[in-house]
């Protein structure tokens, strides 16, 4: 037997990683407002100025002073004259008398002396210059003030915040055109393996295409990372060193994707052992697809060695990889905004070993209005798996495996 | 009474976009695959060859004739001479004979006269030349055959796939470098106010900046499209005209975003009838926020007017723009696949009005392990409701409102 008898359970890795990888905040850049969206706001960001900068009518009608208005009704109306018209995007230098009325549009600036404004649909024209209010406004109905939506000094958004389109447009909205910026962390993807061979090259027989990298680099940077894809490496203890102990200095996390063979896993701990401490973490998880993953750390800088199969590559990234880049990115977001899930009828039975956490890959199908996950089948080495599913199910370890009929939960790719 | 009397409701106006907006692919261009991620594939993608290439073992283990380990056991197990070593990556020029083994790693080519693979740990070794097979292997077993994963000709990936990280991955995987793309629909985005003053500027009493274009800049790109602000147009017919019709002609779809009164909404409604057929196709939805919207089609270029409000121009978009982006991008995709809901309890009565559709923003928040959605109430003009909203709840026309407690779905932004 060539044991890997010592693989932890998922939650062991978990909890390992959270021990043993520090957390860390990225380098901040200053950034234009317009490049910032899905990026991560590195201060606090406070408001230099009232939103709006003034009193602002919310409908079309009259300003008023609103104790003009008190007592009307549609039989016994309040009589106003029309004093001026509001324009838009202008400052009315007349003050509003008693007894009079401003012709106001929607988002029109309130005149001085005015407090509310009167909807054109509880109001009688008498003449151009008269009108009759027949329904009381109370002081402020109808009108958004100075500082209503965002005060000056106010913390619009906090330090850690996914800027999302409407973020942005709130700080354009108090006139801010450069924000600081979390830099999107650097992950090195070190693709190793005598037989992969880059994208364009021959293909000799014995060797296939360099897939993980691909699939790594999309992963990283859909999490808020940025991939810096270091090659296709031989595996010679040497150079798979070298490039992984230059990518420890340049970057904030090493993914070092390769064979799943125990020789080669081997040696990826080795080299992970042999460039600090503590070295390797883990090695081996009770994990399906994704049981020979290592995970390590290296003076501070998480190193994780990865099986060559997509599909556990996949796996892997979401369970250990995903949750590290994230704290390395800055963000602060509800965990459970980040998850994607839908709930399925699963349509076949699927088995799995007690003891072993299971990710089974599902395509999701509508049939009568009703959701249907669909395991899809095959050997984890297959791509095709991967791009047949929209997601996967979880089998806990403790099961035996999951019943045609019953609900799961599908975690969206 | 002004009348916006003739709204429609948000099914009917669902309707005459879905009867009035042509279908149209957007044009095609050629990108690296590196360059692909989250992009739309223009062409059914086959594979130029398969893969893997060759039979490659998926275990740690000793390549044989499956027909020499019929019957074997660990009480009368099978002898086998070991006859050579495969090499990761390189193709072996000896083919297995009967009665003989070689060893393979994950990943190897099985020799020419080898069909399957015992695993290591069925394996017991006699001398460094002689093993004990103590399991039976089947023919095929441990093994991936040539074209397993993907078989030349066969389609990888169909037109309208939107490219994930492992989408790429399984393109790169077959070897091709350069894959046909739609081009990100350009959506034409004109602000338009007397009021509105470009970030950067001075603001003077009555003045706001410019927030819509930002918001709407960063929905349109998220949603797979290519926003072109076409700046700030001051609210005269002849202006906004003229920047519509030269938007026309660059752009796949057009949005005014503007003030809510009735003589601006008026102005937009008459310029879209002005340029082409059959203009407007509606004006004013039940919904809210968002009642003003104007849906139009000029000479089959979806162009939609709407109102000024942050949170109803987020309503909008989501429910009438969205999709008609969707639609421009050539995406072809599960509808359920694109939607992220949570589902909470209410944290609150919220009241609805009979007869209209209303969208309600919602903060939701983790206590005891159960989700709350708590309503963030304010006007729809202040930006700060979406800021702090994590998605929207909505309230069906024929409904009065929602109980504190409902179990409700959450729509995430």
Known sequence: MLGRENAVSVDEARELIARHVPVRTPPVEKLEIGDCYERVLAEDLSSPEDLP????????????????????????????????????GKESLLALKGGTAAKIPTGGMLPEGADAVVMFEHVQSVDGSLIEILKPVAPGENVISAGDDIRKGEIVLKRGSLLRPQDVAAIAGVGVQEVAIYERPKVAVVSTGDEIVPLGGPLRPGQVRDINSYNL????????????????????????????????KECSMVLISGGSSVGVMDLTAKIIDSLGSPGVIFHGVALKPGKPTIGGVVNGVPVFGLPGHPAAVTVCFDIFIKPVLSMLTGVNRKEFLSRRTLTARLAKNVSSVHGREEHVRVAVEERDGELWAIPVLGKSGLIRTLVMADGTVIIPPHKRGLQEGEVVEVELF
């Not at 003034?54 to 104790?67: E, L």
């Not at 990283?220 to 070298?242: L, W």
């Open 217 to 248: 680099a999309g992963l990283i940077f859909e999490n808020g990372g940025e991939p810096v894809k270091k090659g296709i490496i031989q595996d010679v203890y040497e150079d798979i060193r070298n490039v992984v102990e230059e990518s420890l």
């Open 53 to 88: 900068a003034f009193s602002r009518s919310t409908v079309d009608g009259f300003a008023v002073k609103s104790s003009d208005t008190f007592g009307a009704s549609e039989t016994l109306p309040s009589y106003l004259n029309v004093s001026q018209e509001i324009v838009m």
